[in-house]
């Protein structure tokens, strides 16, 4: 299909303006237009919402880590089998499986079917980038980027102890032109190299990282200026140290003000948003980090929302996996991998009868409803982590529906929630328009993809459209249709074709000075020879970086 | 060497599950004539590059009807098994996992015959790992537990662990401590630093006993105890301790060894660093459990017969063929690398080969097509023994791409429509 005019729907498109409005939107080749002939084929979307495709800023779909997942959950899989769709464009379908962490094919057609066209893989090893690209050209539909795990890397810590800044920095552009990532991303700063060497607490952002001068600080203020300086299209994107712990607010907050005035992008906010002490209190913060946030611009964040139910947390973070095996005698994954980062997964049910467990869920909700700017803060769960992509629609019919919200917080572990703004009454509904922007205009916006997120002239056309339902869960779980720039994939709220998603990345310049000293690192301590380090072959043309 | 004579550097080796990625391969006149860097291991896996093209058993030698041909016999099938055998790349993996799906056959790979115990108990305790270039750098103490890596693993020692120098071991060799454990006939290192030994019966209480010594317990009695202890010890002073161990030469009696050494590598944990190092063979074996379980959920004997992926694997291919519950086998890459007891359950059923070597198979197959070898003649990624990707570049042409020609058989099996 060539060209397609939708006619009659409310367009939600916040990017441009529209709330509501009702207008026609013209797609060719795969854009949207700003006209087209009359005589052009018509899709009719009377009293029906209109919203630009889905963008998922960080979730764990395409990695060596996810698939290490995959297969520690057969019984998951078992019990939630996917069929092959039946599809109209002569690919051949694939079966698959579900549970937390699906299998690659399944992946990409679950998230069209709920109407999202564009997928970030939030944590990729470096060294494992090729995986991740073949894993994504297994996912079908979905636009694929990631981001790749540089704040526990040796070498880069090794330039950081020797202020070779200049050097971290085009180390930084390397590992993205090699591995054909999207983003620089830190997790627990500094906290993962520890862990390799049984230290498995940061107290401190000043804790010293085997040298004295290599301090989390440190590493988050040496990528955030590489991400700035290299003009990446979105900021440093960091996890904090110390996630999941009481009192970790304290670290999060002063990672965010270690990095004031720069752009920065703090992930997962609900598992860093903790009052209490470890061991004796824990209580909610979320109105000291979303008040933080709302008065600094140049913070944008994702709120990693937890949902009852099951999950399988899956990080990068090796040493908090740990502490969450022991505690919950569940079985454990952990891999230290090759100098550059870590890995470990448990799978973990959130209870709404759980004391913790309620307390991230009412965090969560509450750094959605006090966040005054949802361009900054927008949706994600941190998929599998606090709970599956599949639990979103959900997670918006909480935002939207008060009455919803406040029966469920009744039903759920009061012990530890005194005192938080969510128990003492929020009355605040998320619109449909702000639900665009945290789904769609808002994740566009922080990744720097200006031709996403939303519906004006130009913009590719990845399109969904919702039948309205007073349940909103209900609504957003099954689109009528979706459209994929410009494809038809979902068609009366069935998939009916799969074409390939496109790749998101980036090749920053560097300078070659780097690859002398590189060389001699590689030689000397390096179990893969450098010259099979980068990944080749990447399809799609690559995100333009450089100065704004 | 002649003047046309080339050299390919960084080549990776699928010799053993090692993949060692630094050879210099020497082509001369269409021939590997060295494989600089290369163990004998490896050497062999190389050989001269010399490959058969042939297309044999179809009406014709042409490609078009010896594919058509196997289509019309796997869709004919009732119970068609689809088999993976080494030397593919995982481009050629996923695309036979496509026919496995496309056909709802059974799907499986020499894994389920070889290494599955250690999958299964990794699926029920997950397990503590490290990636080999983090055991170069960080392992100051090394257990070699019943396999001494140079017979099959032959650089094992010299490119990852103990030999070479690391970051946090600079001296090397010197800053290591090597424990040979020997279990009845499987033995360790010769060069150990210190040497355990146990009878195969004696195996799961030691095991026990070590893991109970390490959680503070005394268990079993005192000759066991005493060794225990000894290993204890130096594991709890490590700062890093790796245990090795080879999932290609499991017990001749199994007795839990692979489960027993997932928990005590992840016990370990509680006190100091530790992990468990799996030794997988050659021809990317990992690379067959990575890429099935993305696209299906698992890694190894997958029944598609329901429309979806079932997990198998008290069930995989030697039960089935035994029993007479497979009617027709495709089987893809290096046909002389399958287990023995396949190859000899595999006669009397109807069955295709695509790969390397093909042509010259033992089994005897209806229709056989010549592919090349994944890292020699055919590019893509293979998988490292610790799941690591790395990239095979083909240094001789290819009959056909394995890949390609599965991708090719894919449409033929669409064009006859949907099986009965």
């Not at chain 2, 209480?205 to 204890?232: H, K, N, Q, Y």
């Not at chain 2, 890694?299 to 039960?319: I, K, W």
Request: hydrophobic share 40%; aromatic share 6%.
């Amino acid at each position: 299909m060539t060209q397609l005019r939708i006619t009659g729907g409310a367009i939600h498109d916040p990017a441009n303006g529209a709330d509501g409005d009702v207008r026609d939107i013209c797609i060719s080749d795969g854009r949207i237009v700003a006209s087209l002939p009359p005589d052009a084929p018509v899709l009719n979307a009377s009293g029906m919402v209109i919203m630009a495709g889905g963008i998922d800023i960080h979730a764990h779909v395409a990695a060596s880590s996810v698939t290490l997942g995959r297969r520690l959950l057969p019984e998951e899989h078992t019990l939630d089998p996917a069929a092959a769709p039946a599809l109209e464009d002569g690919t051949i379908p694939r079966s698959g499986t579900g549970g937390t962490v699906p299998s690659t094919f399944t992946t990409g057609y679950r998230y069209a079917g709920l109407g999202y066209t564009t997928v970030f893989d939030a944590a990729v090893a470096p060294v494992s980038a090729r995986q991740t690209h073949a894993e994504f050209d297994d996912t079908p539909i979905i636009d694929g980027g990631f981001f790749t795990l540089l704040g526990n890397d040796e070498y880069l810590h090794r330039q950081i102890a020797a202020n070779e800044l200049g050097r971290a920095k085009d180390y930084a552009a390397w590992i993205l032109k090699s591995t054909g990532a999207y983003a620089i991303k830190v997790v627990n700063p500094g906290g993962v190299e520890l862990w390799k060497r049984n230290v498995r607490e940061v107290k401190t952002l000043d804790d010293p990282v085997g040298a004295s001068n290599v301090t989390p600080r440190r590493i988050l203020e040496v990528l955030a200026s590489a991400a700035i300086d290299l003009g990446l299209p979105h900021p440093v994107h960091i996890h904090c140290n110390n996630l999941g712990v009481a009192g970790n607010v304290t670290m999060t907050l002063e990672s965010m003000r270690a990095l004031e005035g720069r752009r920065a992008h703090f992930t997962h906010l609900q598992f860093h948003s903790y009052g209490g002490e470890r061991g004796k209190s824990w209580n909610s913060a979320a109105r000291q980090v979303a008040e933080y946030v709302n008065s600094h611009p140049e913070v944008t964040g994702d709120v990693g929302q937890v949902m009852f139910g099951d999950a399988t947390t899956l990080t990068a973070d090796g040493a908090v996996e740990y502490l969450l095996h022991t505690s919950t005698g569940r079985k454990w994954i952990n891999a230290d991998i090759e100098l550059e980062t870590g890995c470990g997964i448990v799978p973990y049910t959130y209870k709404d009868k759980a004391a913790v467990a309620s307390l991230q869920w009412v965090v969560g909700l509450e750094l959605f409803l006090l966040s005054t700017d949802p361009w900054r803060m927008v949706l994600s769960t941190d998929h599998p982590n606090g709970g599956s992509f599949m639990s979103y629609p959900d997670l918006i019919r909480l935002l939207m529906d008060r009455a919803y919200r406040d029966e469920k917080l009744k039903s759920v572990n009061q012990k530890m929630l005194a005192g938080s703004a969510l128990a003492d009454g929020i009355a605040r509904e998320y619109t449909l328009n702000e639900i665009a922007i945290i789904t769609r205009a808002g994740p566009a916006r922080q990744l720097g993809l200006v031709h996403k997120g939303h519906l004006g002239a130009g913009a590719d056309a990845d399109i969904t459209i919702y039948s309205r339902d007073a349940n909103f869960a209900k609504m957003f779980s099954t689109p009528r249709f979706v459209l994929k720039a410009g494809t038809l994939v979902v068609e009366e709220g069935q998939l009916r074709r799969a074409p390939a998603g496109k790749r998101i990345y980036v090749q920053p310049g560097y300078d070659d000075s780097l690859m002398r000293d590189l060389g001699k690192y590689f030689e000397a301590y390096s179990a893969i020879q450098l010259a099979n380090y980068p990944v080749t072959g990447l399809r799609d043309a690559p995100m333009p970086t450089g100065a704004a | 060497m002649s003047g046309a004579a080339r050299i390919e550097e960084n080549a990776t080796c699928l010799g053993c599950g090692c993949a060692c990625d630094d050879i210099a391969v020497v082509i001369d006149g269409g021939r590997i004539t060295e494989a600089r860097n290369a163990c004998a291991l490896g050497v062999r896996w190389f050989g001269d590059g010399s490959l058969p093209g042939a297309v044999l058993g179809g009406r014709t030698a042409a490609i078009e009807d010896a594919l058509g041909e196997i289509a019309t016999m796997l869709r004919a099938a009732r119970a068609p098994l689809v088999y993976l055998a080494p030397d593919l790349t995982s481009e050629a993996q996923r695309a036979a996992i496509a026919v496995a799906d496309q056909l709802r056959a059974f799907l499986d790979s020499f894994t389920s015959s070889t290494a599955g115990e250690g999958i299964l108990a990794a699926q029920r305790r997950g397990r503590a790992s490290a990636t080999l270039g983090e055991i170069r750098n960080r392992a100051d103490v090394i257990v070699f537990w019943a396999v001494d890596p140079a017979a099959s693993y032959p650089r094992f020692q010299s490119r990852y662990a103990p030999i070479p120098v690391g970051i946090h071991l600079p001296n090397g060799r010197k800053d290591r401590t090597v424990i040979a454990v020997d279990v009845g006939g499987q033995r360790g290192p010769d060069d150990a630093d210190v040497r355990i030994q146990m009878t195969a019966e004696e195996e799961p209480l030691f095991l026990a006993s070590l893991r109970a010594s390490l959680a503070g317990r005394t268990m079993g009695d005192a000759p066991i105890v005493a060794r225990v202890t000894e290993l204890a010890t130096r594991l709890n002073r490590a700062k890093y301790a790796v245990i090795v161990t080879d999932a290609e030469s499991p017990p001749s009696v199994p007795n839990g060894r692979a489960d027993a050494l997932i928990a005590l590598s992840q016990s370990l944990n509680a006190t100091t660093r530790g992990s468990l190092c799996t030794l997988r063979a050659g021809g990317n074996r990992n690379g067959a459990d990575t890429t099935l379980t993305w696209q299906t959920g698992f890694p190894m004997a997958v029944d598609f017969s329901r429309g979806v992926p079932r997990y198998q694997p008290e069930d995989a291919t030697l039960p089935r063929l035994a029993r007479g519950a497979i009617d027709a086998a495709l089987v893809v890459g290096a046909a002389s690398a399958i287990p023995e007891n396949v190859v000899k359950a595999l006669g009397g059923v109807r069955t295709a080969v695509i790969g390397p070597r093909a042509s010259e198979s033992a089994i005897s197959a209806s229709i056989r097509i010549d592919t090349g070898v994944a890292g020699i003649h055919e590019s893509g990624i293979a998988f490292r023994l610790d799941d690591l990707p790395l990239p095979l570049r083909a240094l001789l042409p290819t009959p056909r791409d394995t890949a390609s020609l599965l991708k090719a058989l894919g449409t033929a099996i669409a064009a006859q429509g949907a099986r009965a």
